[in-house]
């Protein structure tokens, strides 16, 4: 008969409850050891950071989405999960593997980080981790998770030098300051932490899980959802040809 439940290889009732944090837990069974205690920082300080933004296209979609099917919470909550991608919430994934390119090049951190920010001014792409439309001139939160990041000997400190240095170089090429986002800032934190920038993304995915559902909350005490569709249906014009 089954009498144990097991979280990887430990029991799960045993050794993980009352014993473990959600945290600990999470990124046990993810990464398949145990945080240190700088990675359980970073990972805290992150998912915070993470968990709310507004009415992103995230939190619109779910709110739309429960607007439609009240009876199916998990429905919404995915509906905005689906939008955390290139463009929103997981742009740290973009940024992490520009950091990895530029601590990996022969030719130094210096050149490669003007290499790849001329590319990026002569393509006119946006730089991965950098700039804002609301925090100006500099993002908040940014010093927050590298001090609390710096803070731990066992947090390597060498992606939050490099996109430092990255910064100093983007707004020289650039000729303006452009903030190192939140974004940004996750992903030399993560790294910091020994997390692979392919998976980081899912801790993005499990931080705004959290907030979506604060968003549902709040749209059960005060509906937004017909506003958000009525100013859609009032101001978006029509483009087709017939009158």
């Given at each position: 008969?089954?009498?144990?439940?097991?979280l990887?290889?430990?029991?799960?009732?045993?050794?993980?409850?009352?014993?473990?944090?959600f945290?600990?837990?999470?990124?046990?069974?993810?990464?398949?050891?145990?945080?240190t205690?700088g990675?359980?920082s970073?990972?805290?300080?992150v998912?915070?950071?993470?968990?709310?933004?507004?009415?992103?296209?995230?939190?619109i979609?779910?709110r739309?989405?429960?607007?439609?099917?009240?009876?199916?919470?998990?429905?919404?909550?995915?509906?905005?999960?689906?939008?955390?991608?290139?463009?929103?919430?997981g742009?740290?994934?973009?940024?992490?593997?520009l950091?990895?390119?530029?601590?990996?090049?022969?030719?130094?951190?210096?050149?490669?980080?003007?290499?790849?920010?001329?590319?990026?001014?002569?393509?006119?792409?946006?730089?991965?981790?950098?700039?804002?439309?609301?925090?100006?001139?500099?993002?908040?939160?940014?010093?927050?998770?590298?001090?609390?990041?710096?803070?731990?000997?066992?947090?390597d400190?060498?992606?939050?030098?490099?996109?430092?240095?990255?910064?100093?170089?983007?707004?020289?090429?650039?000729?303006?300051?452009?903030?190192?986002?939140?974004?940004?800032?996750?992903?030399?934190?993560?790294?910091?932490?020994?997390?692979?920038?392919?998976?980081?993304?899912?801790?993005?995915?499990?931080?705004?899980?959290?907030?979506?559902?604060?968003?549902?909350?709040?749209?059960?005490?005060?509906?937004?959802?017909?506003?958000?569709?009525?100013?859609?249906?009032?101001?978006?014009?029509?483009?087709?040809?017939?009158?």
């Amino acid at each position: 008969r089954l009498d144990a439940l097991f979280l990887r290889d430990k029991n799960l009732v045993d050794e993980v409850i009352g014993k473990m944090s959600f945290t600990d837990a999470m990124f046990y069974h993810i990464i398949g050891e145990l945080p240190t205690l700088g990675q359980r920082s970073v990972l805290d300080a992150v998912l915070v950071t993470l968990m709310e933004h507004g009415l992103t296209p995230s939190a619109i979609s779910t709110r739309l989405t429960y607007l439609s099917a009240p009876e199916a919470m998990q429905s919404a909550i995915a509906a905005g999960l689906l939008n955390v991608g290139s463009q929103f919430i997981g742009t740290m994934e973009n940024a992490a593997t520009l950091l990895e390119r530029v601590q990996a090049d022969p030719a130094g951190i210096d050149a490669s980080c003007r290499q790849i920010v001329q590319q990026h001014k002569d393509a006119g792409k946006p730089m991965p981790g950098f700039g804002h439309h609301l925090h100006r001139p500099d993002d908040p939160r940014s010093p927050k998770l590298f001090e609390i990041a710096l803070a731990h000997k066992d947090i390597d400190q060498r992606p939050i030098t490099t996109i430092k240095t990255l910064g100093a170089i983007v707004d020289e090429i650039y000729g303006k300051h452009l903030t190192i986002n939140a974004t940004g800032a996750t992903a030399a934190v993560l790294m910091g932490a020994s997390i692979p920038p392919c998976i980081m993304r899912g801790f993005a995915v499990i931080s705004r899980a959290a907030g979506l559902v604060a968003h549902v909350m709040e749209e059960k005490e005060t509906p937004t959802g017909r506003t958000i569709w009525n100013i859609v249906d009032n101001n978006i014009p029509y483009t087709g040809k017939a009158e």
